[in-house]
């Protein structure tokens, strides 16, 4: 049963607690499994994926299997129903049009002293996605991942997720993949799948940027290559934060509290309520909504451990404890949510009102749903078409603007104690250069 906490410090106890739980000694002791791992696959290739598959997933593969093949990809569009298929297609196109908002445009500014300065932005050459398998199939991680890097013009975009029974991967997300622009697709998921989008091998080309969230094996990997290659985040276990007045409707918010825990057992489910009397009926409306669960055991396990109910008495002071726990998703249950939303400074992404559960940005709202996690929202933001860019700055000086700046230029240069950098400008306030040879 959800606990229900009335003491302010009390609650902000706990909201750490919550937001710390995935960095325990537990957890963290896994990253020298993960470093293993990753050399092992920078070492022997292909053999680390296939012997790595067999020992985690349960599956003997042959290195021309991990490829998904073209006549696999076909087959999935007959597996899939026409109502999901209207459904992927009908995300995919509210996702793009919402990335499409996003992308950067290069400038160039002409200024008054003869100088020209500006950006370039350009995409990533290859882009890696983790999409993961196990509890449940994610074509809505497909298309939240592939989308941003189509939009942003990636040339290559490589996918990774773990084989099912028999090496089969879920039709759903082999259509998602196709419907979003994924150019390669391979069976192969955990750290080992990280190791080979980061490093290469005989048969998965390296990238540039990996995305996607995964288990915590996944997110060690990702955090251990983080340099040879970008990433977008790393991603805790999920999370929602809702903040609920007297109007809300307790079986509305319920759900939303268990479409959270239903993730993982790790998931946090937290309600801010200023009214009592609301706390005590969404306590009562998840016990019984829990009782002919599909995944009851998953989702109690995460409500037993990581659900809290904190009772405030105003909305400023549930706004204080949000932004103290930055959770990845915030729903304002409110009746005037803008006017709560000022106060809010800290959330993956918002849900304002009560017809907008965390569901509709989940799988087409069109804004993106992976997201900062663990109270990273503080500095984070949601993944987009910005991950998969990159910009470079542009400067020209013409002779005139040089001249004006170069008194000032080797004065630092100088202070710094950088002799050619100020002689670098210097020469070039002299003659010009004349060949000896000449």
Sequence with gaps: MLRIITQEAEARSELRRISDRAYSVEILHKEATVREIIQTVQRQGDKALLDYTLEFDGQSLTREQLRVSGSELDAAYQQVSKELLEAISLAREQIEAFHRLRVPKSWVHFDENEAVLGKRYTPVDRAGLYVPG?????????????????????????MVTPPGENGKLPAAVLVAAQEAGVTEIYRIGGAQAI?????????????????GPGNIYVTLAKKTVYGKVGIDSLAGPSEVLIIADRQANPVHVAADLLAQAEHDPMAAAILIATDSDLASKVQTEVSKQL???????????????????????????????????????????????????????HAGAIFLGNSTPE????????????????????????L?????????????????????????????ARAEGLHSHGESVRLRMENEYVDPQE
């Design 359 to 382: 569901a509709v940005g989940d799988y087409l709202a069109g804004p993106n749903h992976t997201l900062p996690t663990s109270g990273a929202a503080r500095y984070a933001s949601a």
């Design 291 to 345: 009782n002919d669960h599909p995944r009851k055991l998953l989702a109690e396990k995460a409500v037993a451990h990581y659900g809290l109910i904190i009772v405030v008495d105003t909305l400023e002071t549930a706004a204080e404890l949000s932004n103290l726990f930055a959770p990845e998703h915030l729903e304002l249950e409110v009746e005037e949510p803008w006017e709560l939303l000022e106060k809010i400074r």
């Design 195 to 211: 190791a080979a989008l980061a490093y290469g091998t005989e048969t998965i080309p390296a990238v540039d940027v990996i995305t």
């Design 134 to 158: 196990g509890r449940a199939a994610y074509p809505s991680t497909v298309l939240m991942n592939a989308i941003p890097a189509k939009v942003a013009k990636v040339p290559k975009i490589v």
């Design 384 to 412: 987009g078409v910005e991950t998969f860019i990159k910009h470079s700055s542009l400067i020209q000086y013409s002779p005139q603007a040089l001249q004006k700046m170069s008194s000032a230029i080797q004065i630092l």
